[in-house]
């Protein structure tokens, strides 16, 4: 089973409006990563947080990790109509460091509206 | 429905020796994607392609890396002499349209 699941699955705000995405994880993880895919093109690698990390910020991006809850949330502040994209939680649990065990959640679809 | 499935999960190879990585796609889904990961560092994506047909290339490396996905078969992603630095865990995803799933990827160790 997926190992890192966002919700919502789809979510609409007003431009200018801040965004939330959840994800929810199962086993011990190494780090936690999210990713943006804009339709049709590759996944782009947003930013990584570690286990022993509890919250990173870069731009208008913002990530929390609470390990105990198994869980991470991204907010987009100030949304843009560009930021309209798919947004993935990846999570990382190969504790010698390496990509094996990354295992991707099924994305938030978020439409920002002009 | 088995998803998408890389094979094969760990490979060793030589300096100079050819790795062939391969991913079945997901019943019914005609779009392929490959990206490269590195230690402790994000997904890169490397290449995109459609049946018979690669339609974005920007991510792969201009020499000894190739991809296909023939009519019939997996995609391969081909690494000819292979050196250390192409050591990575290597991903598979493909889609139809919009929705998209990862393989499990390939861990790719050259020694």
């Known amino acids: 089973s997926q190992q890192g699941e966002e919700d919502p699955q789809a979510l609409s705000i007003q431009e200018g409006e801040n965004a939330t995405m959840n994800c929810s994880y199962k086993?011990?993880?190494?780090?936690l990563q999210w990713y943006r895919q804009n339709s049709g093109r590759g996944l782009v690698h947003l930013i990584l947080i570690r286990s022993n990390e509890r919250e990173k910020h870069s731009g208008r991006l913002r990530v929390t990790l609470d390990t105990s809850k198994k869980s991470s949330s991204l907010l987009i502040t100030a949304s843009r109509a560009a930021d309209t994209a798919s947004y993935f939680c990846a999570t990382d649990g190969y504790s010698g460091g390496g990509a094996d065990g990354l295992t991707f959640g099924k994305g938030t679809h978020l439409i920002i509206q002009p | 429905n088995a998803g998408v499935m890389q094979n094969p999960r760990h490979l060793v190879r030589r300096r100079g020796q050819e790795a062939r990585l391969r991913c079945s796609p997901m019943?019914?889904?005609?779009?392929v994607y490959w990206y490269r990961q590195l230690p402790e560092e994000g997904l890169k994506f490397m290449v995109y392609?459609?049946?018979?047909?690669?339609?974005?290339e920007s991510g792969m490396p201009k020499e000894r890396f190739s991809a296909e996905f023939p009519k019939e078969g997996p995609s391969i992603l081909r690494i000819q002499q292979v050196v250390r630095g192409d050591s990575a865990a290597y991903f598979c995803a493909s889609s139809y349209s919009g929705g998209y799933t990862f393989g499990s990827g390939t861990r790719l160790t050259v020694v």
């Open positions: 019943k019914g889904h005609s779009h």
């Open positions: 086993t011990s993880i190494n780090n």
């Open positions: 392609l459609q049946k018979e047909n690669i339609i974005d």
